[in-house]
């Protein structure tokens, strides 16, 4: 089973290929702001599943990281004037600390502990959103500039700026990748398997898992970031418990554990929020209902299914 | 001594009423949810949706049925109560041989279509519950003015909080659900309908949320995110005490309730976060909870 030291697989290889040249003819086709949705949610569902499928550790707080890069990197670009690479660097920084802190505080608890750990101190961050002087209120931080790209290339243009985020995703994409399958990739998976034997084999289990914890919330983060920048606003939203709740819907119905299954279970939820949006309270029902019919009758996700058809990862 | 810290003792008396209040919500709902947990080990993520169902119910039982308070505070737990047993029958018993992580998922998606469907149907605006004529009115305590109806709200979630204490610790019913806590598999061997305990407890704590929600109607405005948030803090409330001791769980939640309200008196903009702060703080020092056992 074990995909072995050559690199990556064939099959991988192809995909992502087959992907990118997907991702660089997009935006002729479709609204270039939909399809940098989609990236940017993609690689927030990636990192997630870094955290899940192949930690093991079920956070439902991840909106923190998301949304609290986006206020962040938001901030800087509004009121700091930084070209958009760093202030979406800076947002990423920003997830990477607060990653830390509540990291190393939730990995004391498992299971179902962790869970609600994570989910709380998500909404503490929530409420620190709602009431913190920089970040607007219920209003967010709004008519963000997107700024000169190293303060050289304009990104007032949708296609420049769709191409700075394909570049900024896939290549966080790739590197989340690089780590599943990487030597530390696979002690993860060790512990998610058998914790105890990962321990009494030597591993530091707990610094494994603060590592991956907090590698997971820089890249929600910079997920977070890039979305700021694309929509030009920071907002209460994607602070929200029902934006950690998303990403856990993305990653269960793409396929946890999988490495194509986030970015499928991000395009589909996305694509189906925006041709749903007049329905109000509808998404959210069929979110549920997806959430209900997934982990009852369909755990493996939609990739996962197809990765068991054709027998090999994906 | 209040005059030292400019603080006047109606301003106190107020907020720790408050906070005595809101400790009674969190004390009801993590009773319910540490019922629950015991016996599934599931975390019931749609605790806080069934607590808006409890106090939806009792509002179309008025609007629609003319049923008024008292009864509604009877029959609308036993409604939200048969409505989580079918849940249990058709859903979450498939899931008991997996990951608990899953239960949680499951009821996070049952959550998400409970609320979404209340708010299809009644907005978000919220509808407004009466208080009961009994419960009108309050007293002057001297130092302060007692709403009648808050006072209640107290007595009747001790009141029920105790019964549930006692019933689980020192009944014969109680004892075999603690077995059963232990070693399901062994009770069943002793010729115990276990899979029936666990239906009537998932029942038993989700009326528990529904009884809840009757009680808060007159006091919070009916309306579909009520729960949502509350649900939260009631999760911190149970990393906090541990799910491991009932006791626990009831005393965590009154205590919090109370600081919470302290907070609002002497530093306000805290008030939210204080729980989560207190959260960090148990974790640092006893993570597995006050009361919990070590995992």
Redesign the interface.
């Known amino acids: 089973m074990m995909q072995q030291t050559t690199g990556m697989p064939r099959l991988h290889k192809v995909i992502f290929l087959v992907l990118l040249a997907f991702l660089i003819a997009l935006p002729f086709f479709v609204y270039p702001v939909f399809a940098m949705k989609v990236m940017c949610f993609a690689l927030f569902a990636a990192a997630f599943n870094l955290l899940l499928g192949f930690g093991g550790l079920?956070s439902?707080g991840h909106a923190a990281y998301f949304g609290g890069a986006s206020y962040v990197a938001a901030h800087a670009a509004k009121v700091w004037g930084l070209t958009p690479e760093l202030s979406v660097l800076a947002g990423t920084a920003a997830a990477a600390v607060l990653g830390l802190l509540i990291g190393s505080?939730?990995i004391?608890?498992?299971?179902?502990?962790f869970?609600?750990?994570t989910?709380?101190?998500a909404?503490?961050v929530y409420?620190?959103a709602?009431?913190l002087p920089f970040t607007g209120g219920e209003d967010g931080i709004q008519s963000v500039p997107r700024g000169d790209l190293f303060g050289l290339i304009s990104l007032q243009n949708n296609m420049a700026l769709y191409f700075f985020v394909l570049a900024v995703t896939f290549g966080g994409i790739l590197f989340l990748y690089r780590v599943v399958h990487s030597p530390f990739g696979q002690v993860l998976k060790a512990i998610r398997e058998n914790e105890p034997r990962a321990i009494s084999l030597g591993y530091d289990v707990n610094r494994y898992k603060l590592t991956v914890f907090v590698l997971s919330a820089t890249f929600a983060g910079m997920a977070g970031a890039m979305k700021s920048q694309v929509f030009q606003l920071a907002s209460l939203t994607d602070v929200h418990?029902g934006m950690s709740?998303e990403v856990?819907l993305m990653t269960?119905l793409g396929g946890m554990g999988t490495v194509f299954g986030p970015l499928a279970g991000a395009a589909i939820i996305v694509t189906m929020q925006n041709y749903l949006a007049t329905f109000?309270?509808?998404?959210?029902?069929i979110?549920?209902?997806?959430?209900?019919i997934?982990?009852?009758l369909f755990?493996e996700g939609i990739v996962g299914v197809i990765s068991r058809w054709i027998r090999r990862p994906l | 001594m209040f005059d030292l810290l400019g603080i006047s003792p109606q301003v106190l008396m107020g907020q720790l009423l408050l906070g005595l209040i809101n400790g009674s919500f969190y004390a009801v709902l993590s009773l319910g949810l540490a019922v629950i947990?015991g016996l599934l080990n599931i975390?019931n993520f749609a605790h806080g949706a069934l607590y808006m169902m409890g106090a939806f119910v009792a509002w179309m039982l008025l609007s629609y049925l003319g049923v008024g308070y008292w009864w509604a505070l009877i029959l609308s737990p036993l409604i939200v109560g048969v409505f989580g047993i079918v849940l249990e029958r058709t859903?979450l018993s498939?899931?008991y041989k997996?990951d608990?992580?899953?239960g949680?998922?499951?009821t996070?998606?049952?959550?998400?279509?409970?609320?979404?469907?209340f708010?299809?149907y009644y907005g978000i605006s919220g509808l407004p519950y009466q208080i009961p004529e009994a419960l009108s009115g309050g007293q002057n305590l001297g130092f302060m003015f007692l709403p009648n109806y808050r006072a209640w709200v107290v007595a009747a979630s001790a009141v029920v909080c105790f019964g549930t204490w006692f019933m689980i610790e020192k009944t014969r019913l109680g004892a075999y659900l603690r077995a059963a806590t232990e070693n399901p598999v062994l009770v069943g061997a002793f010729g115990i309908n276990v899979p029936l305990m666990i239906m009537l407890t998932y029942g038993f704590g989700v009326a528990l949320a529904g009884f809840a929600g009757v009680l808060a109607a007159p006091i919070y405005s009916v309306n579909p995110n009520m729960g949502?948030?509350l649900i939260?803090?009631v999760?911190?409330v149970?990393?906090i005490g541990g799910m491991g001791s009932i006791m626990g769980a009831i005393l965590t939640g009154y205590v919090l309730g109370l600081v919470e309200g302290l907070t609002r008196v002497f530093y306000p903009?805290g008030s939210?976060?204080v729980i989560?702060?207190i959260?960090?703080i148990v974790?640092?020092i006893k993570?597995?909870g006050l009361f919990g056992k070590a995992?």
């Open positions: 079920l439902f505080l939730a004391r608890r498992q299971g179902i502990y869970a609600m750990v989910l709380a101190f909404q503490m409420f620190l709602l009431q418990w709740g856990v269960l109000g309270a509808w998404v959210t029902i979110q549920g209902v997806i959430f209900v997934g982990v009852l755990r | 947990f975390i859903m498939r899931l997996l608990h992580l899953y949680l998922l499951l996070f998606g049952l959550a998400l279509i409970i609320q979404g469907l708010r299809n949502a948030d939260i803090v999760f911190a149970v990393v903009e939210a976060v989560f702060v959260m960090a974790l640092l993570p597995e995992a």
